[in-house]
Nanobody, 120 residues
């Protein structure tokens, strides 16, 4: 079993900043990609940002230049620094981690989600 615990969501005014964190634990042999997705009410879950094991990053067009994804391999953590937040960034944000478990089997795990609300 692989467990993900997210933190850092909350209420922020437009133009403000938040930093999300996600910690992975459990029977992990190696981690490949780590990413953040979000789901707004009535919409499908969408990719926000992903970072590979080598540090390559990919961002949704809507967050490019405002959000920064990073990871700490030793701590098995991924972060999402969100700046210049807009009301349309309001959503539940989910952490996603892919890798190999202790039995060298591929896994893909989701966190429980953390609410981000951007409102004045």
């Amino acid at each position: 079993q692989v467990y993900l615990v997210e933190s850092g969501g909350g209420l922020v005014q437009p133009g403000g900043s938040l930093r999300l964190s996600c910690a992975a634990s459990g029977r992990i042999f190696s981690i490949n990609s780590m990413g953040w997705y979000r789901q707004a009410p009535g919409k499908q879950r969408e990719l926000v940002a992903v970072i590979s094991s080598g540090g390559s990053t990919t961002y949704a067009d809507s967050v490019e230049g405002r959000f920064t994804i990073s990871r700490d391999n030793a701590k098995k953590m991924v972060y999402l620094q969100m700046n210049s937040l807009k009301p349309e960034d309001t959503a539940v944000y989910y952490c996603n981690v892919k890798g190999l478990d202790s039995w060298r089997e591929p896994f893909g795990s989701w966190g429980q989600g953390t609410q981000v609300t951007v409102s004045s």
